[in-house]
């Protein structure tokens, strides 16, 4: 219940950022929609296509689909006024990240797979969406170059299956890895926490 | 039975027109073959993963997978010529657009899906296969960036499916369908009908 | 079982090769892990979801996921000697290009496909992974572009089924195509063997 209202926060949020990325590359209204929906619905997307987990969420509620498409065409109108909701956008992103990780590793778990499938699938229901953002609209993906945000969802899935194991019940342990991975996302980005780079250079033209 | 005459037209023009694609990008005879393949047969292979529906059609009929390749090993020995055939195929890629997308949207509704879906399942099939010959050549996606096509997409597939829903018979709302879209795709060419663009600036650097 | 062990050294070899890749990139360590998974398993996964064959051989052996985030942080750690190893590598990654095709090949005749998407499936198995690191690396895709490395593959799939077909014994025909296909990559690496470029250029600005 709790995890829907954020699903659902977070697809509208979500689809926002990627309107604004397309309208960074001056893409038409359809770019826009199609970024938005992919960048919102994406990540779990790959997911249930990876573990054949069929029908993808937004074939069973379309509704879903519509709701990213109306957030895109609200980004473009209300554009001008974005730059003052940044920071509330991040915090948002911040809800979503934790919210897709969670929800992608309740799927994982349901469908009978281990902690391993299970922390990478709460790691690709996270990410995936800009990932795949990023990549239509040509760019290096941020997600490998920006503050913590990969590693935000692997801690955020590894704190919950570990809590699990552990016996703590279902929903407090939702509660408390929500809470603590949106605190971690927080702080990662006012400290600009970063992983280390690996930077190689060869001698191959 | 029409629509299978135009499928086998339309893909052997798609295949040509990535073919040239690799071609400006210098690749190798593999990569124009595969190029060639994910643009004809991309946006249906998207649409049934994404549906879960097997087998895809190339998997059923290698035949259409043979054709492709052989059109893009034509299109490398005819190369010299194909700047007289330009119109011819802007023509053939308009067909392709608009037979594709009522594939697209008669697959998702034979699987029982509502018209959401079909016509997302119609924009797909249309429009996917030049999105990721664009990605793989590295380019923005043409798709967003230029005179109405997806939106012809849109456009066939919604007047198909409140056809269908009114009750026109299946055959005629088909052709119906086709000859608007085709119409609508090759005046927007002609006089460079444009969907708004969404520009947006800000000062993150 | 010699093909296991072939796939093992090779999807260790992959993800060290994937690894490098994102360090040129500057990659923090979390894009080296993803980057090093895909170039690793993604063109077997690629030829599952598209053949719709689960549940794919990485969420049934979390085992080799494992052992290529081991791979590449192992790579990071040993980057400064790698140079002295490239030689080692080219062979490594002509072996696991082999074994990655004939292993396609049989998980394509064993779900009874023919001959036509058992070769497809070779090819997509022993070259998509690096294709889809060069995509998420943003560059256009070196298998298009240098010596013959997908030829490699084609051919050693074409020989394998058709070794089949003439009634040569199972594990005669793997060994025979292995070591055929090996040579013939080491041949082309050797005497810069290259696909015939399709070069086009028209006066579309």
């Given at each position: 219940?709790?995890?829907?209202?954020?699903?659902?926060?977070?697809?509208?949020?979500?689809?926002?950022?990627?309107?604004?990325?397309?309208?960074?590359?001056?893409?038409?209204?359809?770019?826009?929609?199609?970024?938005?929906?992919?960048?919102?619905?994406?990540?779990?997307?790959?997911?249930?296509?990876?573990?054949?987990?069929?029908?993808?969420?937004?074939?069973?509620?379309?509704?879903?689909?519509?709701?990213?498409?109306?957030?895109?065409?609200?980004?473009?109108?209300?554009?001008?006024?974005?730059?003052?909701?940044?920071?509330?956008?991040?915090?948002?992103?911040?809800?979503?990240?934790?919210?897709?990780?969670?929800?992608?590793?309740?799927?994982?778990?349901?469908?009978?797979?281990?902690?391993?499938?299970?922390?990478?699938?709460?790691?690709?229901?996270?990410?995936?969406?800009?990932?795949?953002?990023?990549?239509?609209?040509?760019?290096?993906?941020?997600?490998?170059?920006?503050?913590?945000?990969?590693?935000?969802?692997?801690?955020?899935?590894?704190?919950?299956l570990?809590g699990r194991q552990?016996?703590?019940?279902?929903?407090?342990m939702?509660?408390?890895?929500?809470?603590?991975?949106?605190?971690?996302?927080?702080?990662?980005?006012?400290?600009?926490?970063?992983?280390?780079?690996?930077?190689?250079?060869?001698?191959?033209?």
């Open positions: 219940m709790l995890l829907t209202t954020l699903y659902i926060i977070a697809i509208t949020a979500e689809a926002m950022t990627g309107a604004l990325s397309a309208g960074r590359r001056h893409m038409d209204w359809f770019g826009v929609a199609l970024i938005a929906v992919v960048t919102a619905l994406g990540g779990g997307s790959v997911r249930d296509v990876l573990l054949g987990n069929y029908p993808l969420t937004w074939v069973k509620h379309p509704e879903y689909l519509v709701l990213c498409i109306v957030a895109a065409m609200l980004t473009i109108v209300i554009a001008p006024l974005m730059k003052h909701f940044k920071s509330l956008f991040l915090v948002l992103d911040a809800v979503g990240l934790v919210a897709f990780t969670l929800i992608g590793c309740k799927v994982a778990i349901s469908l009978g797979h281990g902690v391993v499938i299970a922390s990478v699938c709460g790691v690709i229901t996270g990410v995936f969406g800009g990932i795949i953002r990023d990549t239509l609209c040509n760019d290096v993906p941020l997600v490998f170059q920006r503050e913590l945000y990969a590693s935000v969802a692997l801690v955020t899935a590894v704190a919950y570990a552990l016996g703590v019940g279902e929903s407090q939702v509660l408390l890895a929500l809470f603590a991975g949106f605190l971690f996302r927080l702080l990662a980005m006012r400290n600009h926490w970063e992983m280390p780079k690996f930077i190689y250079q060869d001698d191959v033209h």
